[in-house]
Every structure is written in C-alpha cells, then in structure tokens.
C-alpha cells in the first residue's frame, strides 16, 4: 500500500528515462504557461479547478505556490521538495501532484479533419498515381475493394497513436461510403474505436456521403452511430443540389455538419461564387442551430478582396466554421500550373478578420491524397505561419482553442472549469514549440497522462551539446522513484 504522500514527484527531463503515463494528475506544480507567468494548477473531475499564478492571487500566500511567489524561484534540485529529493512514484500514483518546473502548458491540440480509414495506405498504390484531387480519388477507389473492416480497424487504431502521441486528444474522421462491399464497413469499424477509446482520445465520426450514397444508407450511417453528416459538394454533378440534400439530412436528424467545401482553386464556372456561400445561405434561411463546418474552402484563396468580403460576411452571419488543411492542400492542388503555383490555401487573415471560428488540421496521412505527414499539431502549425502568414499565436489557436470551438467541444487553456486536456512542452519559446522544434512531450487527456514521449540525442563532437537545449530548471533524471520500482533503462554503447 502506498504510504502518505510526501510532495511533488518531478516531471523528469525532456531527455529522462521515464514514463508516466496512466497517472491521474490532482496537480501541476511550477508549470510555465502560454503568457509566460509560473503557476501552480488543481485538477478533478477531467478539468481545472484552479489556476494559482505565481505571485498573483490571493492563495498565493500559502502552500508551495506562496514558497515560488516569495522567491521568485523554483527549489533547487537536490534541496527538499526539490526535483531531485521528491517522492516515489508510489507517491504520484496516490497524490498525482506532478512538479512541472522546466516545461510548458499548451492547450491539448486537435485533429478537426482526419481520413483515418484511408491513413497509410500510401504504399498500396502505384508509384506515378495520385496526386491530384481527382487522381488521388481514382487511387483510393481502386483499392477499396481489398479493404475490409479490419484492415480499417488495424490503420485507424495505429493513426490515432500518432496522433495522441504528439498532443492531439480530439479527432474528428470524415469516411468513405464504400462503392463496392459493404458500403458502411468503415463507418463500423471507426464507431466500434471511438467508443474503444472512449475517455482517452475523444473520436468523432462524419460520415463523407457523395453523390453516389442515397439518403438511405446515409439514414442507416445514422443509425450505426455517425456523429457528423457530411459530404462533399464540390465534387457532385449539382453542388447545390448536394448541399440541399446534405442540410435536409442534417435538419431531419439533428446532428451536426461537415462539408468538404470548395477543394479547387478555380471558381466553378457555372455558378460563378464559391460553394460556401450557398452553404452559408441555406443554413441563414433554414435558422440552423446545430453546427455546421466547412471543410478546406481552398477556393477562396483565388477570390479578389472585393469578392471576398460578401462571402465572408455571410459566412460569419451564419455562424460557420472554417477547417484548413495546409499539408494535403499544398500537396493536391497546383499540380496543372506551370508558373506561380496556387498555395492551395483559404485566405486565413480576411477569415479571422471577418470573425470567422478557423480550426486547422493536416487532412490526410499517408495515403493517396497526402503521402507524407507526421500526424503533429505543431507540422500543421509551421505551415500555417509560413504557408498561411498567421502568428504563432493565431497559429496555435487554430490547432488548439479554437479546433475545439469548431468541433463544438468543451474549451480547453490553463483556466478554471476548462477541460483537463493539455500537453506539456520542454520550456522554449512559443516559436520553437510551434516551430515543432520540442519533439518530447507529456499528454494529458482528462486529466489522465496518456502519452509520455522523452527524446535522448547523442552528438560526437566536442563542441556539441544536445543537453544545451534542455530546459531551464529541469533535470537530467527520470521522475524520481523507489529503485524496485522503475528501472533505469540506459542503453549499453555498441562498439565503445
Ligand atoms: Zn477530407
């Protein structure tokens, strides 16, 4: 039985050996937050109950928040209560109070549009096919028949991993409705993982009915459990047909909307505006209130200023949100320019300006539609800024704060009542954590630490510290515990 509880247990360094996942963090000492400030957090119930700045406060005048406002300092390692002299990991287990000196809070990050029953299965196809929106269609399709529900299964679950590993404690999935075969087997396959992973990564599942999927099976995905009606428009004989028949199935069923919205950069000729404001509204003329998202709206991106605006207007009326996915549409569009490549990107700056909720998101991983990708926020937030122009901090919100907002999800942020969903970064600027520069990180989703991922690196030369970026107040050792328990697992050199 584990005995009483003597202090903080340490987080351990960026760079330790350690794991702690599965422990129910009560609290989180010395964390630096976004703003900069040290603060001390409560945690229950899968949220933050308190938020104690250093310094700042009124409880600052008592426990261990008052001993780092006083000093202005954390202990030093090795002193009591220090890093280096705290409880065993028995101790966490029990009080689940975590020191944190040394690392930084990031709202949990989210994945607003995923394919995860197309997720690495790039290396099915021929090399030479794809790569194109229509090209990467007529690729996947042609393999579909050899996909079954477990195969779906298996890719989904390993996708979701990566995801988790590196943040991401929300993803919204859009999925096929199959030609060939049973046409709701991947539909299946993700509602039977959302509820497997159910209280670690929450998983919505939006249903991607073209034109070729009548309202019936689409009734039927309804039924086996889809959270999100969605489909794709753009790519029907009748776009506005389509989206009638999209919002008449979301009026009929209540559930909320995702259209994969615009996916050119041309304007389709026949109607001369793009899809989205069409969309925009029939949802103003219908007064719906459940929510509804657009999805990519590269189109936008080609509009003139004067154009713009009305189209943002009225997509702000009515109250849409907007997904972006710079990876897969750098990857997809451009591909029949021979000069001045279109970026493939929506107009980021006029839809913030305009309002607009903006949630961003990599799409696709490796697979037709997007070869690459490292299923990471912080990819998606380096593109937004050199690709999209945002700030770090508009970068970071589109990935974080504001993906929760668009998937109609509780908030997430270093204040009370927020959902007890967060990563924890080495302590560098918001630059390098965006940059993807901290690639050790500790995740937690509902309080719970779900993922625990430390980085050692060796360099051979003198001159060279990988050390030198470890962060300030951090330690070179793993969470201190009792030696029985946790072993210390240094590699032995090969060849020294
Ligand atoms: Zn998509």
Redesign the pocket.
Known sequence: MTGPATGPVSLGAPDAWADLTGTVVTSLCGVRLLDGTIADLTLAGGTITAVTRAGAGPEATTGRGAATAASGTRDAPGAPGAPGALGALGAVESTGVLDATGWRFVPAASEP?A?LDKALTANRIPPGTGHDLVGAIDAWRSITPTIDAGDITTRARATVGRYLARGITTVRT?VDVHMTGDPLRGVDALVALREQLRGTLTLQVCL?AGEHAPDAVVAEAVDHGIDVIGGCPHLASDPRHETTRMLDLAERTGLPVDL?TD?QTTLDERSGVPDIADLAQQVLARGLIQRVTA??CVRLGSLPPADLAPVLDVVARAGLGIVT?PI?NLYLQGWHDTRLIPRGIAPLRAILDAGIDLAAGA??LRDP?NPVGRADPFETTSLLVSAGHLRPEEALAAVTTSARTVLGLPPVGATPGAAADFLLVPDADLGEVIAGGTTARVVVSGGRVVADTRVRSSLDHPALDPTESRPRGATATAPTTTPSSTPTRRPTPIGR
Do not use: A
């Open positions: 549009h394919h859009h991607l994969h996916e999805s990519h996915l897969t799409d696709n539609f």
